[in-house]
């Protein structure tokens, strides 16, 4: 006999966990889990305080299920978990550090490396400060605006945006950098 | 080559990125949220802080009781509240603690020999000595010579300490018989007619020269509580 398991939707799952299913807790954990790694992996270098992060972040959202409005998706809501996380792990590291530069002229940067594999590019990244890298991160990866960025980092929209500038100018001399050495000049 | 905007290339690499956990993370999400909470409930805060205000106010409260119920009031007049120690037999100084009293003395004109008495002891003649306005103890000398005499002698050796000089027996005891002497003169006087002044100085030393010792130390011991005389 064949079992076929079928798909139970994220609100059920939810609706059993807020009654503190453990079962319903476990599925959705291994449903996001690994979604949510790769969010925490973007802020955070080293792959074992990324994992620390992702399981503080389940806890809390666990904790925090009665909460969910059923608005939007629970990925989102999750995600968000995930990002203030990783923001408040990187702080208390004091890995975040912002100087008050001037304003810069944001405009889209340029590169050469259509071919990039993700894990690279992710390499390319931890190179830069961890201030660049979180906010070019929730600018361009999670889409967040300015405005936004500003009160979760509690700086100043300039900051954040001369931050953006900074990152974008860094990580294209790296992308051209890596195209150089390997294919030569072009 | 084609060039790509970096932002769509992130979003594009890094946004649905999946990175499998490592065995066993369940089993940490798990434990942990069966940990209990680190987070003391407001209850407990609340009474923690009340516990504080508590303990701050009573300390407050203390602090300030202690400084109005316990101060005692100013001294506004040094009295001479306690006799002094009873006289030991070893010869001592007298104790340098002045005397809060202005005294005033009215100067007699006094014939005297300073034989016995070194300059330094010889009494002032413009001292200044009024008795105390504290009450006379009962046994006191009746005698007012006696009195003034034995005051005098008082405020020599007070003046004696203020100036650190040391106040001995043998200093004492020359003061106390510069002062028989005196009153024996003017005893003397006080009897009228030509008399032999050394034959009636003589008698009259002899007989006053136990009472006037003893009713001046009698009389220091009950006024005046700063200067403790040994004798022997």
């Known amino acids: ?186 | 080559m084609e060039k790509y905007n970096i932002e769509d290339l992130l979003a594009e690499k890094l946004g649905g990125r999946s990175i499998e956990p490592s065995t066993g993370s369940w089993e940490r999400v798990s434990f942990t949220k069966a940990r209990p909470s680190k987070k003391i409930p407001l209850a407990k805060w609340l009474s923690i802080a009340a516990m504080f205000a508590l303990l701050i106010g009573a300390g407050l409260y203390i602090s300030s009781y202690k400084e109005t119920g316990t101060k005692t009031p100013p001294v506004t007049k040094v009295v001479f509240i306690e006799k002094p120690d009873e006289i030991t037999t070893e010869s001592a100084k007298i104790s340098p603690a002045p005397l809060n009293r202005q005294i005033k003395f009215a100067p007699q004109s006094v014939a005297y020999k300073p034989s016995a008495v070194s300059e330094d002891t010889a009494l002032p003649s413009p001292a200044i000595i009024t008795p105390a306005a504290a009450q006379q103890p009962s046994d006191l000398p009746k005698d007012r010579l006696i009195l003034q005499k034995s005051e005098e002698i008082a405020a020599e050796l007070q003046r004696r300490i203020d100036v650190h000089l040391p106040v001995t027996d043998e200093v004492v005891d020359s003061l106390l018989q510069k002062a028989q002497r005196e009153i024996a003169l003017e005893r003397a006087k006080s009897n009228g007619g030509p008399t032999d002044a050394n034959a009636l100085l003589k008698e009259t030393e002899t007989e006053i020269n136990e009472t006037f010792r003893q009713d001046a130390i009698r009389l220091f011991k009950n006024r005046f509580r700063t200067i403790r005389i040994a004798l022997h």
């Open chain 1, 1 to 186: 006999m064949k079992i076929i398991t079928l798909h139970v939707s994220d609100e059920k799952l939810i609706k059993q966990a807020i009654q503190k299913s453990g079962k319903a807790e476990e599925m959705l954990y291994k449903r996001y889990a690994a979604k949510m790694l790769g969010v925490c992996r973007c802020y955070i270098k080293d792959m074992h305080y990324a994992e620390d992060v992702m399981i503080e972040g389940f806890t809390k959202a666990f904790a925090s299920l009665g909460r969910y409005r059923f608005e939007g998706s629970f990925e989102g809501w999750l995600r968000r978990i995930m990002v203030r996380g990783a923001i408040d792990f990187l702080r208390s590291r004091r890995e975040i550090a912002f100087a008050e530069v001037e304003e810069a002229i944001g405009y889209a940067e340029q590169a050469t490396a259509p071919d990039m594999d993700a894990e690279l590019l992710q390499l390319l990244m931890d190179e830069l400060p961890a201030g660049y890298r979180t906010v070019l991160v929730l600018f361009a990866v999670e889409g967040y605006n300015h405005k936004e960025i500003a009160d979760m980092l509690n700086i100043t929209e300039s900051t954040s945006k001369s931050q953006l500038f900074k990152a974008r100018k860094t990580l294209r001399e790296q992308l051209e950098k890596l195209n150089n050495s390997s294919y030569g000049k072009v």
